[in-house]
């Protein structure tokens, strides 16, 4: 058993495609599943920092090949997974990760650009799962990840509207893609993070402050996320190590979600004092 516990999360051998691999969990999705063994397609618009991403595998010699793809696109994403065919001609991880959202208030949200929201993050992210999963079916086997995020469940307000609403199909998509082809082998499960540090965040707080204060006093581990807190799940998603893991909804969140709305973090806490237990008035 000392021996081959670590063969559980090897994946040589094994092509993983991940979404948004140019910066971020997607970059870092990327390298981990590279050095654990995996082949590993890059796929992002920003074809530049793809290719960044690559010459990283490179220098260890990993096997890549660098996508351009819109996943927004259902005609990009099938000619994507014909490049797959034609290069590794199997599929056995997805890392769907990549997708635009925008900030609007519910009165001021248009259906142009609420439309362009669920394009990005609901049919471009069930196309990726269809096309990956009808190889994996083949094959009878393979694992696929979707990144939801806190509004697939909870509202954040602030206006997430589109955002909440996409994500919130996002994790049913899962639940309904796990429910359909678990017994033929393959599994389908959610990661929701929290806030984590991107480029685009690091813009927002730069604009408002006290926006990084806001999302602090909501996680009790008391930090932001970063792209490597995703290196450990997708390892153990991608692998063999989660073979009966399958329709799960997997935080990623410093304590967010079990923290109660009213909640305070352990570090912000006050001193111990006496009160009267009356639930819901504490």
Known sequence: MKNSFPEMFHLNGRVAV???????????????????GADVVLVDRNLAGAEATAAQIHSWNGRTLVCATDVSDPASIRDLFRQVDKTFGRVDFLGNIA????LARPEDLTLE??????????????IMCQEAGKRMLQQGRGSIMNIGSLASNTALGRGHIAYSMAMGAVIQMTR?????????????????????????????IAQDPALKQRFLNGIPAGRLGEPKDIMGLVL??????????TGALIPMDGGNMAMNAGGTPGHQAKPVQSFRAESGKN
Not at 99 to 102: A, R
Not at 113 to 126: A, H, T
């Open 18 to 36: 991940v979404t948004g691999a140019a910066q971020g969990m997607g970059q870092a999705s990327a390298l981990a599943l590279s050095q654990a």
């Open 176 to 204: 309904e893609l796990s429910t359909e082809w678990s017994c033929r082998g393959v599994r389908v499960n959610a990661v929701l993070p929290a806030q984590v540090i991107n480029p685009s965040l690091e813009a927002r």
């Open 236 to 245: 153990l998603l991608a692998s063999d190590a989660s073979e009966w893991i």
């Open 113 to 126: 650009e609420l439309q362009k929201v669920l394009q990005n993050l609901v049919v471009g992210r069930f």
């Open 99 to 102: 997708g635009d959202g925008v």
